[in-house]
């Protein structure tokens, strides 16, 4: 295995064994559903859907870094919310991907 690998399975392993001991998410956790927002809402078609979703992402979690909160209840609440907004825009995208419609001009593959 790698170095860099090993490093990473120890940062998760580590990070996993903290929120079962200390029982709320910790900030790696919060930025790893922040990636995987982000990237999930990425995967619409619609290019309407997929700016909206990344903007109110970006604004929720910044707003959230803003508050710098220590209170471990809130961010273990904070952290739950996100999940379960995470499992709906899974949902969703999934759906918006069954039923795509033609893709606007600014979506088009093409980089100028």
Known sequence: M?????KNLKKHITSNLKTIIFGFAT???IESLLKE???????FNNYNF??????RTNEV??????TNEKDESKIQQFYDERKQELEVLKRQTKIDNLYSTKKFVIDSDEKK
């Open 27 to 29: 900030k790696y956790e």
């Open 2 to 6: 790698s170095i860099v690998l090993q």
């Open 61 to 66: 979690f910044d707003e959230f870094w803003k």
């Open 50 to 55: 997929k700016e909206y979703f990344t903007r």
């Open 37 to 43: 927002t982000l990237e999930e809402a990425k995967k």
